[in-house]
């Protein structure tokens, strides 16, 4: 059967450490791997928009002795004159791996139903496990370990960076404070809240949604936001959104309010004076740009790991 990566949980802890492992060999020998991939060639299928995830699986295919295809659903008849059904299939025929950044998960499920290669999910409305992968080699660069930290996560919680790091956070047995405005827009949903939970009944696990961002702050090794205006909101909720989030932004007070030296991240994009502050992002806690380059290590470990070369 085809593996796909289409949520961080269709891994499993020891995989995801697997994963790591390999990144950390990739971004410290990258010569050992220039043949790895050679004559593959990876599909990438944009529905939204993307700087780092487009720039780094194409460098990263590259560096791998692989070539990479940008596709963008506006050039597609996908789901307009052809059903994802066909274009999965038809794809499959030409390449060997298949990655999709989608607005629904039940497209990203779609593809990976009837692709024959291995589907990897750049961002969907559900999951966005790349991201998980980057960050968790970040983690273990700053922190130096996976195990024995919290993280406190603060804004937009009906989100696919959130998602995954709920789920990432109760397979690694983690403490995660999610501060989130009340009401059902901006709080997980409860397909995501019950998959955490069964997890984190095996792993022991503690995940907390609640609604006051000082209290999600005490004690974090790890402060971590993402956009209020994820791809795809509509710019005319941006002023309410602003208004609503506004009391979990990620300030200098709240950073002194999780442990001395706990460290700030960001998936990215941010926009500075809206989920943080220029002081905060800016500042000598934040390692927003490490993630960013760790996602090109963690992503040709995917691959390889897909495409069963380790
Ligand atoms: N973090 C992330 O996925 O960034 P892009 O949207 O730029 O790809
Ligand atoms: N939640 C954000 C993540 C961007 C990488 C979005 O969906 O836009």
Not at 57 to 67: N, R, S, T, Y
Request: hydrophobic letters at 40%; charged letters at 25%.
């Amino acid at each position: 059967m085809v593996r796909h990566l289409l949520k961080i949980s269709d891994l499993t802890k020891a995989e995801i450490e697997k994963i790591i492992d390999k990144s950390i060999e990739l971004k410290n020998n990258p010569q050992k791997f220039t043949s790895a991939l050679e004559g593959e060639t990876l599909l990438m299928i944009f529905e939204k928009p993307s700087l780092r995830t487009r720039i780094s699986f194409e460098v990263g295919m590259q560096q791998l002795g692989g070539h990479a295809i940008f596709y963008s659903i506006k050039d597609a008849p996908l789901g307009r004159k052809e059903n994802i059904q066909d274009t999965a299939k038809a794809a499959s025929r030409y390449i060997s791996l298949m990655a999709a950044r989608l607005y629904k998960r039940h497209d990203m499920w779609d593809l990976a139903k009837y692709s024959d290669v291995p589907v990897i999910n750049m961002l969907d409305d559900f999951a966005h496990p790349c991201q998980m992968m980057g960050d968790f080699l970040t983690i273990k660069e700053k922190i130096g370990r996976l195990e024995r930290f919290k993280m406190s996560y603060f804004g937009d919680a009906h989100n696919n960076v959130t998602y995954d790091l709920m789920r990432i956070c109760a397979m690694f047995g983690l403490e995660l404070d999610v501060a989130c405005p009340a009401g059902k827009e901006y709080t997980p949903e409860q397909i995501v809240l019950d998959e955490v939970a069964q997890i984190s009944e095996g792993t022991g696990a503690y995940i907390n949604i609640l609604h006051d961002a000082y209290n999600a702050a005490r004690d974090s090794d790890i402060v971590y936001t993402d956009s209020w205006m994820s791809y795809g909101i509509p710019v005319e909720q941006e002023e309410e959104r602003r208004k609503i989030f506004t009391p979990f932004q990620v300030n200098s007070q709240l950073m002194e309010t999780a442990k001395p030296d706990a460290i700030f991240m960001n998936c990215l994009p941010a926009k500075r004076g809206y989920e943080q502050t220029a002081e905060v992002i800016d500042g000598p806690k934040s390692f927003v740009f490490d993630q960013a380059e760790n996602r090109l290590y963690s992503q040709k470990a995917i691959m390889l790991f897909l495409r069963d070369k380790f």
